[in-house]
Every structure is written in C-alpha cells, then in structure tokens.
C-alpha cells in the first residue's frame, strides 16, 4: 500500500470502525448491481471518513469478498483488517465477541485459517452463520483455542451493553474471574459501544482500573448503515496489524471519541538538501516526538546542527564543542549548499525557511519572501541541545537549561531588568563623579574665610582701595580668556566633525545593479553634504570670532600695560612691612575662586541628593522586576512539574 503522503510525517489520527458487516452477512441487506457492491461500500468508507475498518461478519469469514475489499481500499488510503463476530457459547444469550486477525499470518501464501478457526468452533452446528448461532466454547475456551494457534489477532467485545454484550450477559464476579485470567487480559483490548457512565465506573473497579479501550463500530445492516453513531479515532504510523494493536494497547495516547487533532505547537515538517554531501535528499518529521537512528558518524549530529543553523536558532551559554559543530555544517552543505526546512506555525500555516551556506536565511509564505520579518514572529524560540550539550555539568547548566526551557517567557521581564541595571549603573557613575563635597566644602570655606582674612589687613591699613584697580584689571582679564578657552574648544569640535566625516560623506554611490534605489540615496547624501558645508561656514565665522576675542583681550592687557607706571607708584607709596601689594592680587584672586566653587559645590549638592533618591527609586524598581521574575520563573517551572514526567525542576 502506497502510504508515503498519509505517513510521511509520523503518525496521523484516522477513524476506525472496528464492526462492519458486508453483503456476505445475512444480516446485511443490498439491493444495488451485483458488481458494484464493492465499489459502493469502499465509497461510503471514503464518504464517512472511515480510513481504518475491520470486517467482522456474524460467524462467518468470505476471503474473496475481503480481498475485493481490500484491493479497492488500497487504491484509496482505506487500510481493512479481516475479523469476524463470533458469538461464543457464554452467558443467557451467547456472547458477542470480535475476534480480530492478523492477514499477514491467517491469509499467508494463500491459505484461509480464518475459515479453518470458524469451523473449528462449530463442528456438529449447521446455520450457524447468522447473529443467533452459538459456537461450541466459551469467552475463555475460545480466547485458549485461539492463542494455541500461534498467530496474531486481537478481540473487541462487540456492543457490551446491548443483548449478547459482555456486560449485559455477565454480572460483576464473572467480570473480576475474567479479569484474574491473563489471557483474557492480553487478548481483549477494546470494547464496543461502551455509553454508561455507572457500568464504566463499576467496570473500573471490577478490572482494578486496567480498562481495555472504549471503540466504536457502525454495526451496518447495509450501505447507508455504514459510519452511522459514535465515531472512533486512532492514532497510527502504518497500515499493518501491529500498529492498530498497539494504538489500542496505548489508548491514553492513541485513541480518542475526538476528530480534531491537529497539533497546537509549531513544528518542522521537512528539511530538504540542494548541493553538498545531501545534495536531492528530504527529511520529513513528525509534529511530536522524532528519532534520528544510526552509528557513529551516520549524520544525525549533522542534521540536527542544519536544522539549527537553518533556523538561526543560538547555541545557548553552555553549549558544547562549538567549532566542531560549526564544522559539521561546513562539511555537509559546502560552499553553495541549501538547506530549506518546511515549518507549520501553531495557527497551521506553513512557511519555507531557505538558507545557503553563509548566507541569511530567507523565509516565504506561499512561495512569497517576507521581506523584514525574523523567525521570531514565527515560532516561538526553539530549545536547541547539540552532541553532548545535555552531559554537561558546568556550574550554569541548570541556569541554561532553565533559560531554554522557559527562556522566551521571560524575555520582556528581562529586557527591562537590564534596562534598569544601566539606569542604575549611569546615576552611581554619576554619583562617583561629585566625589567627597563635604569635605571640599569645608576646603573650599576655609580658603574664602582665609582669604577675606587676609584682604581684610589690607582695608585695616586703608590701601585695599588703592590696589583695587589693578585686581580689578586682573578679573576682567581672567574672565575674557575663560571665554575664549570655550570658544577655542568650540572650534576644535566644529574641526573634529569636519575631519571625521567629511572624506565619508563625499564618497559617490553609484550602482550598475540597482540604479533606480542608489539615485534615491544619492539625494539623501546629497542633503548630508550640504550639512558639511554648513557645518564649515560656521567653522570660518567661529575662526574670526576668536581671532575677534583675541584682539579684545590683547586691548585689555595693552590698557593694562599703560598702567603699569601707575600701578608701580601706588606700590611703592604703600610702605607697610609687613603688607605685600603683590599678594592683594592673588588673595583676590583666591577669593574670587573661592566663591566661584562654592556656588557650583551647592548646585553639585543638590544634584547628589537627587540623584540619592533616584537611585534608592531605581534600586526599589530593579528590586520588583527581579521578584516579577522569580514569580514568572516559578510558575513556568511549576507548569513544567505539574506535568508529572521525568523532567523535574
């Protein structure tokens, strides 16, 4: 059977009905042409969806209907097992039971030992085949009969509930002596039409809650009766006998009353090669659990790290080997090489993700790119663990593992911690800068209380007013080359733009390949440039006017020097020994400076005190975000141990 589109990406859920009956049923009534009726019953298989059947006639088995059944199925995804509903000699009214084979093994080289089995159980009967006819051994006579055969088969009690069911047949004891029977508990893994909710209970205690699956089956008495009532849905990787056995043995998790199950996660689909060692081979992945088998040095590290690099996905903090991994992509793809890894969203749309070596990968939807998008908006951020990486025992490997496992779900919690770390960090730098004010205050007072001091001798002896001229002369003087030293540092920042960026902004954009965009930046350059030349005129205007202060502060220092004679009589008239009319200037000067620092030591002072509260706010904030952390961490980490697997954190 052609199985490679239905099974392509692991096992997919598909309705079963485990009772039909065919027109080789005397139950089963049909009117329509005599060659048709296989055509028509495999159109109301593919009608009702029905992907999975088991023909289960009363007491009776036709190998050429089957077959006819099967060929036709096949051409249409239909997988039928072969079975019959055996009615066994238990209870008031016989028990109706559904002996499920194996075809591999009861139809092998052309034999028909489902046939040899039916007879077997009816020797010295006659019209047994019909709902009525009661074979010669009881449910366990019959459950020993078939396991002495040494094949495969499997059994559905059929419509439990309803006359000839298991549960309307037997009380509670006869359920527990069944289920103390290992056999019994083997061989029966599925019951029919099971609806009450008290019998489902008592059920529960009566096989100490080891309950075979709960199926379903349509039980049709002709074509329109096929697929009618409850449906069933199993969830199987093949069409063959051991998959459907094992999807009833595992009913928890493969079997379900539920159509819908398409997967809720994003998933890869398919990665395909163009070039390189895997040049024209594709790989397709299940939406659930995928395992890549071989030996040592088959590819499957390979894959697993293009399937990484493919989706840009990072290595993590602790990963392991990382040039060797690095390595294995190189070797696989080579220069040129592809990959294109085919991935489903949760909503269920399908995206392409193409990357060629070295290269960004690029990302289409309906064989579109999308432009400006990353697979961000896509999946969430994949957990990624290489060779070796999950061996590892460095001290942050659980903090790395957490981070992958729950990482993304912290990601804006974070952001703003380390944006409250830099604020942080930026007010306490901020803070270090003002350095000890206290003390430089009380330097700084000491200074000014020595100062007025000293200048108060000179106003004691009557000559502060005779020098004052010349210390006037002496502020002025200071005050204007203050000035020049800004516009000196004015000029040289206007000359380190020009130096910096002119040569870059004048460089010419041309571009045989895309003109049309390059003429759109050629007009954006060319509004830069403009910047540049204004940025140069007013450079020039700057230039003359330092070279205007410089002219000012030469008139000062020329007024300055006529007084110089002046300057010297009224010295040489203050003849106090123990007064220097030289220190008048500098104490003055002293004083002036003094002042100066004190007024900005203020302004510093209550710059710090702001920034004191600021910071114990920030610290207060980063405080709260890192607690909104820990409540995020610990319910993430709660929802993963809640699960109940071997993962605990």
């Known amino acids: 059977m052609d199985t490679n589109t239905l099974f392509q990406n ?10 039909l009956h065919t027109r080789a049923d005397k139950e089963f009534t049909y009117t329509g042409e005599e060659n048709d009726f296989v055509n028509q019953y495999v159109n109301k298989l593919v009608e009702q969806n029905i992907r999975v059947g088991v023909i289960t006639n009363h007491n009776k088995f036709d190998a050429g209907e089957y077959k006819a059944i099967v060929k036709k199925g096949r051409k249409e995804d239909i997988y039928v097992l072969p079975g019959v509903e055996l009615s066994v000699n238990d209870g008031a009214n016989g028990v109706h039971t559904l002996v499920v084979f194996d075809p591999n093994q009861w139809l092998a080289d052309g034999n028909d030992y489902i046939n040899q089995f039916i007879t077997t159980n009816f020797i010295g009967k006659h019209n047994y085949e019909n709902e009525n006819g009661r074979s010669n051994h009881s449910l366990k006579e019959t459950l ?9 088969f499997f059994v559905i009690m059929a419509h439990v509930e309803q006359n000839s069911g298991l549960l309307n047949e037997f009380d509670g004891g006869r ?36 309950v075979p699956c709960f199926v379903e089956g349509s039980d049709p008495k002709s074509i329109d009766d096929i697929g009618k009532g409850e449906a069933c849905f199993l969830k199987i990787g093949d069409f063959n006998f051991e998959a459907v056995k094992f999807a009833l043995i595992d009913s928890i998790d493969r079997c379900s009353k539920e159509s819908n199950h ?4 994003s998933h890869i689909k398919s990665i395909a090669f163009q070039g390189g060692l895997l040049d024209g081979k594709q790989i397709y992945f299940s939406p659930e659990l995928n395992n890549l088998i071989g030996i040592r040095g088959s590819g499957k590290s390979s894959i697993l790290e293009i399937v990484r690099y493919a989706l840009n996905i990072p290595f993590g903090s602790q990963a392991v080997d990382k040039d060797y991994k690095d390595d294995l992509i190189k070797h696989v793809l080579k220069s040129g090489g592809k990959a294109i890894v085919e991935i489903v969203d949760r909503h269920g749309i399908l995206y392409k993700v193409e990357r060629i070596y070295g290269q960004k990968e690029d990302i289409y939807k309906n064989d579109i790119l999308q432009q400006g998008i990353t697979l ?16 590892s025992k460095n001290a942050d490997f659980e903090n790395d593992l957490v981070n ?7 990601n804006n919690v974070q952001t703003r911690i380390e944006k409250q770390k830099t604020e942080i960090q930026r007010i306490i730098n901020e803070l270090k800068s003002f350095g000890n004010l206290s003390l430089l205050k009380k330097e700084t007072e000491t200074a000014k209380a020595n100062a007025e001091y000293r200048l108060n001798l000179f106003k004691e002896k009557g000559v502060a007013e005779k020098l004052q001229l010349q210390t006037s002369f002496e502020s002025d003087t200071n005050r204007l080359q203050n000035f020049k030293a800004g516009v000196d540092a004015y000029l040289n920042d206007l000359q380190g733009i020009i130096q910096n960026h002119e040569y870059s902004l004048n460089k010419e954009l041309e571009s045989k390949t895309n003109p049309e965009i390059f003429e759109e930046a050629k007009i954006l350059a060319s509004k830069l440039k403009t910047t540049i030349i204004q940025i140069k005129a007013i450079y020039s205007d700057v230039q003359k006017t330092e070279i205007g202060f410089t002219l000012v502060i030469d008139k000062l220092k020329a007024k300055k020097e006529e007084l110089k004679e002046e300057f010297a009589r009224i010295k040489r008239e203050i003849n106090i020994p123990e007064l220097n009319p030289d220190d008048f200037i500098k104490i003055n000067r002293e004083l002036d400076t003094s002042k100066l620092k004190l007024i900005e030591i203020e302004k510093s002072e209550s710059k710090r005190v ?12 980063l405080d ?3 607690y909104e952390k820990f409540n995020l961490l610990k319910a993430e980490v709660n929802k993963i141990n809640e699960v109940g697997g071997k993962l605990f954190i």
């Open 10 to 19: 692991g096992s997919v859920w598909l309705r079963t009905d485990f009772h």
């Open 144 to 152: 020993l009969q078939l396991d002495k055969l040494n094949k495969n």
């Open 175 to 210: 359920i527990i002596d069944l289920a103390n029977d290992p056999l019994f508990r083997k061989s029966v893994i599925g019951f029919q039409k099971m609806r009450t909710n008290d019998l489902k209970n008592n059920l529960y205690t009566w096989l100490e809650n080891k």
């Open 262 to 265: 398409n997967p809720a996660n």
């Open 376 to 391: 961000d908006a896509i999946l969430q951020q994949p957990i990624y663990f290489g060779q070796k990486d999950l061996s």
């Open 404 to 410: 992958k496992l729950i990482g993304s779900r912290l």
């Open 610 to 621: 702001e920034l004191e509260r600021l910071l114990n706010e920030a610290v207060n904030a």
């Open 624 to 626: 709260n975000l890192w």
